[in-house]
């Protein structure tokens, strides 16, 4: 029996897919500045700006001395660097070098270990853009990336 090789035509097709796909994958990576631009909200902490499984576009060129108060930002969480977290710029706690402290909108305060000290090494980038709900999409068709 001879086997059966699938049409070449359909599989130039698929490697053409796969090579466009990461194509604009690595260019929207380049033209955001951060490995991961998109992020999928997992928690309330930002209601009422940000709701669960809103998508978040990280911009990570915007320079962490720009940052300013009430920017909202995403961060590795800096005790232990474990979990991404995306919160808003609530103070300067000093300026040289700049620290500072963030609450997420719905919390009635900043949680020390999570929330302060964020340094410039915690920082991943600054929330330019939310796609509301469209993260209903990955739970759908993916186990829980990139949520936070």
């Not at 466009?20 to 955001?32: S, T």
């Not at 949680?111 to 469209?134: A, E, H, L, M, N």
């Amino acid at each position: 029996m001879k086997k059966r090789s699938p049409p070449s035509g359909l599989l130039k097709d698929i490697i053409i897919v796969v090579i466009g796909i990461a194509i604009i994958w690595i260019g929207l990576r380049v033209a955001f500045g951060t490995e991961n631009p998109f992020y999928v909200v997992s928690s309330g902490s930002m209601i009422p700006n940000l709701n669960i499984f809103d998508v978040i576009v990280v911009q990570g060129n915007v320079p962490y001395d720009h940052l300013k108060i009430g920017d909202i930002i995403v961060f590795n969480r800096p005790n232990g660097h474990d979990k991404v977290i995306v919160h808003r710029v609530a103070e300067i706690l000093s300026k040289d070098p700049l620290i500072i402290r963030t609450k997420g909108d719905a919390n009635p305060g900043s949680i020390p270990g999570t929330d302060f000290p964020i340094t410039k090494g915690d920082y991943i980038g600054k929330v330019v853009y939310v796609i509301p709900q469209i993260g209903y999409v990955t739970r759908i068709l993916t186990p829980p990336i990139n949520y936070i």
